[in-house]
Structure formats: C-alpha cells, structure tokens
T-cell receptor, first 112, second 115 residues
Framework: EPEVTQTPSHQVTQMGQEVILRCVPI?????FYWYRQILGQKVEFLVS????????KSEIFDDQFSVERPDGSNFTLKIRSTKLEDSAMYFC??????????FGSGTQLSVL | AQTVTQSQPEMSVQEAETVTLSCTYD???????LFWYKQPPSRQMILVIR??????QNATENRFSVNFQKAAKSFSLKISDSQLGDTAMYFC????????????FGTGTRLLVSP
C-alpha cells in the first residue's frame, strides 16, 4: 500500500541552526501539507501546498518557515533559524482530493 | 472559524467492552468531512474512520462505528470489543470540502484499554 515517507525520523539541532525536514508524498497525490504536534498538545496545521505554491498557511508559519517541492517527488519543510519552541513532531500529509489526508510517521525535531 | 471539541481528556475501558468517545464541532459549512485518527505511543497518525457530511448513514469500519448527528454537530466514535492494541490517543478532525482546506483537530482523548 502506498504511504507517505518522512526522513529523518528524529532530528536534533542547536538553536539558531537551519533544518530541512523531508517528505515523499504518495505519488499521484496533488495536495501536500505540513502539521506539527508539540508534545502533549493537539495537532496544528502549518501549511498546505498545491500546484507548486502555498495555498494556505497558519499564523505559526512565519518567515522562518518555507516549503518546497524541488523535484516533483520530494516535499520539504525548512526552518531557517530554529528556536526552542520549534521542538515538536512534524507530520507531512498528502491527499488526492480534499477528502482524506494520508499522514507520514513524522519527524521528531528537538532543538537544544 | 471551525472548532472541534473533545470533552473527555481520558477514558478507560476493559478489554472486550464497548467505549464511546465524544466529539462536537462548530462550522457554518454544509459540506464537510469528519475523521477519527488514532495516535499510538509511536505517535504515527492512523486514520480510523471517516464520514462525509452529506451521507446520512453512519460510517462503520469493523469494530469502529460513528454516531453522526449533523443537526447537533456531534460525531462520536464507538469502539466495540475493545482490544489492548486500541490503547492510544484519539483525535477527532474536521475538513471542509471547499477550497484548499486544512484539517482542524480536537485536543484528543487518551484511551486506555486494560486486561
């Protein structure tokens, strides 16, 4: 069964460093998303991406964040200068239509 | 703005029994999707069941079923014959069927199934 793949599963970084989280969505999907979940809290929407551009973003998704689909298969989330409060599980998701999102297994980001 | 409320932070049930997790939501949309996701300790998000708002029939998926009350904006999940592997965090989520829309999640209910 096709699945959304995220790498790495764990990422540890120093405050102020740049990180890139990688995702390979399901191949025929058209909509791509990033969500995050701070430990013990609910899952929060960050950004959606369609037709090679951001379609919606939350107020969490400030200038420190960017997304890219560089080669038609990968979908990346970059955090330019990480802060302690960026520590969270980051989930990538994709969908063929607007009805059902398929989630990856997440990247746990720890900012020290 | 759409909101999703899960009023039960934690629930416990014994193996083989039935448990119901509640969820209410608020929206002005008429066409939307509702979901229940399971998050085990591995923290992966696993889809349990989905419901389209235009369908009156309640969705079922093996031991999982929903009670969808559109007028009351209620979407509860019933787990029958609970198993130890059902122990997880359960999130209710809402997804409008218009535009480029995001999932809105509730705060979750932690379910513990004991032997």
């Amino acid at each position: 069964e096709p699945e959304v793949t995220q790498t790495p599963s764990h990422q540890v970084t120093q405050m102020g460093q740049e990180v890139i989280l990688r995702c390979v969505p399901i191949s025929n999907h058209l909509y791509f998303y990033w969500y995050r979940q701070i430990l013990g809290q609910k899952v929060e929407f960050l950004v959606s991406f369609y037709n090679n551009e951001i379609s919606e973003k939350s107020e969490i998704f400030d200038d420190q964040f960017s997304v890219e689909r560089p080669d038609g298969s990968n979908f990346t989330l970059k955090i330019r200068s990480t802060k302690l409060e960026d520590s969270a599980m980051y989930f990538c998701a994709s969908s063929l239509d607007r009805g059902q999102l398929f989630f990856g297994s997440g990247t746990q980001l720890s900012v020290l | 703005a759409q909101t999703v409320t899960q009023s039960q932070p934690e629930m416990s049930v014994q193996e083989a029994e039935t448990v119901t997790l509640s969820c209410t939501y608020d929206t002005s949309e008429s066409n939307y999707y509702l979901f229940w996701y399971k998050q085990p300790p591995s923290r992966q998000m696993i889809l349990v069941i989905r419901q389209e708002a235009y369908k009156q029939q309640n969705a079922t998926e093996n031991r999982f079923s929903v009670n969808f009350q559109k007028a009351a904006k209620s979407f509860s999940l019933k787990i029958s014959d609970s198993q130890l592997g059902d122990t997880a965090m359960y999130f209710c989520a809402f997804h409008p069927n218009t535009g480029f829309q995001k999932l809105v999640f509730g705060t979750g209910t932690r379910l513990l199934v004991s032997p």
